[in-house]
């Protein structure tokens, strides 16, 4: 860990892993009811140990804020240390099979078309390899899980939205290709053509519906089309099976990871758009990309975890655009 984001508290404070797991809950999640909820513990006790640390070191390592508990400088340097200690005790623990030290579950992230079409498959080929006993999956918009990796939160995260945080350290997971599609009752089909080349103007005519503000699948397909023209956003939505419906329903355009709407392609209720433009065509291709916080402690779990994950990205094909 460097050394700028290492505490400089005092050394020879007595505090316990417990004392330590709240805090760290509490960082995390902004208040002591919701720490208590996650690891199963009261309020109220959650709170006597966050006083009782505080009480050790000396110093304050919360503050309210709002409705909320926010760090202080002295908790923002404590954090990584805290975090470190107990990933530290849960590498002991695997080492030792010792039950009474605490299980660090093993935290990852994605983003939600990650989320629902390879973080299962991943996990469980892991946990079959490995026989890890706790994985908590947090699934969520890409600004979002990227926002909780550099909270510590998280100790790594898949995602297919852009990483501009410098702190970061970010490497292409696997391939993706995006689908602009339609119902198969839209207006743009034409009788008898299963795969309709439509133009750059068909495409602006017609409204789209699209994931939501701060989507990598969003700023994906804002990318592909922008060399068309300002397409007509019609709905948002933040679900991708959602969004699916919509489609289904009425005259929207739709674009989406072909990993989301593979089924829906291969029994024809939704048709994928052919589209003219060589630049869209080009455009529609994106990368996964892991991420972590390079100055977080990288305990056993995570490190195989990580490795794996490498591995087997290799073992899953990436669809290419324009592929059925």
């Known amino acids: 860990m460097h050394e700028s984001r290492r505490s400089d508290l005092a050394s020879g404070a007595r505090y316990s892993l417990r004392q330590l797991e709240a805090f760290r809950a509490v960082a995390a999640l902004g208040s002591a ?3 208590a909820h996650e690891l199963g513990r009261t309020p109220s ?3 006597m140990a966050l006083r009782e640390l505080q009480s050790a070191l000396g110093v304050a390592l919360l503050q309210r804020s709002g409705r909320g ?9 404590m954090l990584p240390r805290a975090d470190e200690l107990l990933l530290r005790a849960g590498d002991l623990a695997q080492a030792l099979g010792d039950a009474r030290l605490p299980a660090v579950p093993l935290s990852i992230g994605a983003s939600r078309t990650i989320g629902a079409t390879l973080m299962p498959e991943l996990i469980t ?3 079959q390899r490995h026989g890890v006993e706790r994985i908590r999956l947090s699934i969520g918009n890409t600004e979002e ?17 852009e990483v501009t945080d410098p702190g970061l350290e970010r490497e292409v997971w696997t391939r993706d290709a995006l689908v602009i599609f339609v119902r198969r009752a839209h207006p ?9 080349r439509v133009s750059p103007a068909e ?3 017609w409204p789209w519906a699209l994931r939501e503000q701060q989507s990598g699948t969003r700023e994906a397909a804002l990318r592909a089309a922008a060399s068309i023209g300002r397409i007509r956003i019609g709905v948002e939505a933040t679900d991708n099976e959602t969004l699916k419906r919509l489609v289904l329903l009425d005259d929207w355009i739709g674009c989406l990871s072909r990993r989301v709407v593979a089924e829906e392609l291969a029994r024809g209720t939704l048709v994928e758009l052919e589209v003219s433009s060589p630049a869209v065509r080009r455009a529609l291709g994106r990368d996964f990309l892991m991420v972590t916080d390079p100055q977080r402690y990288r305990g056993a779990a995570v490190t195989r975890f990580v490795e794996f994950a490498r591995a087997w990205r290799g073992r899953r094909a990436a669809p290419a655009p324009g592929s059925g």
Request: aromatic share 6%; charged share 20%; glycine share 6%.
């Open 125 to 127: 080929a892991f946990r």
């Open 45 to 47: 006790a959650i709170s």
């Open 203 to 205: 495409l602006i005519a």
């Open 145 to 161: 899980v990227l926002s909780r990796v550099a909270s510590f939160e998280l100790e790594v995260a898949f995602v297919e939205g």
């Open 188 to 196: 743009l089909l034409r009788t008898g053509t299963s795969a309709p």
């Open 69 to 77: 508990l926010v760090l202080t400088t002295a908790g923002e340097r």
């Open 33 to 35: 009811a919701r720490a």
